[in-house]
């Protein structure tokens, strides 16, 4: 609004020396100037005003929609919640999924009743953070050696990763990482396979790293202006 109201003001000042040569050639009065000086004055207000007013209502309509989005991704993390049993960790700067998704031991196949919350993650990070990175982070329980389990963490994140990459997340938008066997992560420490003994620790985490950006909203056109 400073460079309209500067541009705004040169114009009053470019009448006013119209005026002044006006003056001159047909001897304008002192009322006659008076009055056409006022009205020149009301012009000037009347813009200033109604283009704040516009500026408000644009700006306003935008933080009504900030608003709204963050209101519906709220929603859609409570569902996310309550429907697959999500437990969903809102960081400053990033929202990290406890997902249910687990694997048989000694194996990294994404089993089909996970593929639904998988899903559901996607559309979320696709409708709101559509430029986040997104971390897929494998664990394993303790059996078997720390470096096998390194690499057993990693081919279940992976094969997660392909998963979310199949259902159109974009290659450079998703990594995976593998934290193996390490008991400052795992769910149940002393728990460990073969068969269901450890299940909890077999599992992966999902992290949206938004860079604390905002949800993302439409374009607002505002015209010219282990194991």
């Known amino acids: 609004m400073g460079k309209m109201k500067n541009w705004r003001g040169l114009s009053i000042l470019s ?24 009205a020149l004055r009301e012009e000037m207000a009347q813009q200033i005003q109604q283009g704040d007013q516009a500026v408000e209502q644009r700006l306003g309509g935008r933080i009504g929609t900030v608003e709204q989005r963050t209101a519906a991704l709220e929603t859609d993390l409570q569902q996310m919640e309550q429907e697959f049993e999500v437990a969903i960790q809102r960081l400053e700067d990033a929202i990290r999924f406890d997902v249910p998704v687990y694997f048989a031991f000694d194996d990294a196949t994404v089993e089909q009743e996970d593929q639904a919350v998988l ?8 409708e709101y953070y559509p430029e986040a990175l997104i971390t897929v982070e494998g664990f394993t329980d303790r059996s078997g050696s720390a470096e096998y389990n390194m690499d057993l963490g990693q081919r279940r994140a992976n094969a ?27 769910v149940a420490p002393n728990n460990a396979g073969p068969g269901m003994e450890g299940w909890e620790n077999r599992r992966v985490v999902l992290v949206i790293d938004h860079n604390g950006q905002a949800p993302a909203m439409p374009t607002v056109t505002d015209g010219p202006l282990s194991q």
């Open 119 to 126: 899903d559901r993650f996607q559309s979320v990070t696709q």
């Open 15 to 38: 009448a006013l020396s119209l005026a002044g040569v006006a003056g001159a050639c047909a001897r304008v009065t002192p009322d006659e100037m008076d009055t056409s000086l006022a």
């Open 160 to 186: 997660v990763r392909d998963y979310l990459l199949g259902t159109g997340l974009a290659q450079d938008r998703v990594r995976a990482v593998s934290y193996g066997e390490n008991t400052q992560r795992l």
